[in-house]
């Protein structure tokens, strides 16, 4: 059989093929950002990157699967369940990382297709995620606990945006998941406060305090060694913090809609 045909894909033709190498370059360069950004902070492990498929097309991540993707996350319940599906019932068995902020009225259905939450903040989300895991009979939930980098210097004026614990409460906060057996405590997340333009407004003392408090985490609990940190503008600096877990978005799959 002619190898050309039959490596093209089975759908989509020429446009769809396109995307595929854009994807494929893309991938590339950000595979080649983190590999430099290990050597420069002569870290031995290798972070793994979370391609962020939010607001693209099942197409796109069945193509990213087809590239060797393994991990991809996603922000909103609706959108995520239906892109899983979809991407289920073409065979591929991918990790999907819920990352955004979540209501405990969406735990039960992110429990039937979510491997892991980055975005737990609060104790009344933990419960809602430990009752819907035993509902949906499956095995455990990771759950990285969301902190809240922003507010520092005001203390309780809680309420980013973006969610997240504040870090007073982040060791009450991990009793909670550590104590449901449905639930295991992976690490720790955040998002770098931003700035003026939307840009992260320093994403270096940021990633410093989260390593700061991974550390304290991990004392209590020796298992809870992940950190999620890191996008597309700032996945250098996360490396040099140690983050296990990069959130890449933009960089892969090229611009979206404004809003996040
Ligand atoms: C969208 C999003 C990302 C990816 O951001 P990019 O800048 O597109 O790489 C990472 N983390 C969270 C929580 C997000 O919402």
């Known amino acids: 059989m002619n190898e050309g045909q039959a490596s093209a894909p089975a759908a989509g033709g020429a446009e769809s093929a396109a995307r595929k190498s854009q994807l494929e370059a893309n991938l590339k360069a950000v595979h080649a950002r983190i590999a430099r950004a290990v050597v420069t902070s002569g870290r031995q492990d290798q972070p793994e990157l979370v391609v962020v498929t939010k607001f693209h097309p099942a197409s796109d991540v069945l193509l990213l699967a087809e590239l060797g993707v393994r991990d991809v996350g996603e922000n909103r319940d609706q959108e995520a369940a239906a892109k899983q599906a979809e991407v289920a019932a073409a065979g591929f068995v991918l990790r999907w990382h ?109 990633f410093a305090k989260l390593a700061e408090l991974s550390a304290q985490l991990v004392r209590e609990h020796p298992q809870a060694t992940a950190i999620s940190a890191g996008m597309s503008a700032d996945l250098e600096v996360a490396i040099a913090h140690g983050a296990t877990h990069l959130r890449v978005g933009s960089d892969v799959l090229g611009r979206r809609a404004a809003v996040r």
């Open 98 to 206: 819920f990352i955004g902020q979540l209501q405990s009225n969406k735990a039960k259905s992110v429990a039937r297709y979510a491997d892991a939450v980055h975005s737990v903040d609060r104790p009344g989300l933990v419960d809602a995620l430990a009752k819907a895991v035993r509902a949906a009979e499956r095995p455990a939930l990771q759950c990285f606990l969301q902190v809240d980098l922003g507010e520092q210097a005001t203390g309780e004026q809680a309420g980013g945006q973006r969610g997240g614990v504040l870090p007073a409460h982040l060791l009450e906060l991990a009793a909670r998941v550590a104590d449901a057996e449905e639930l295991t405590l992976a690490g720790v997340m955040a998002v770098a406060p931003l700035g003026e333009g939307g840009r992260s407004a320093d994403p270096e003392q940021a």
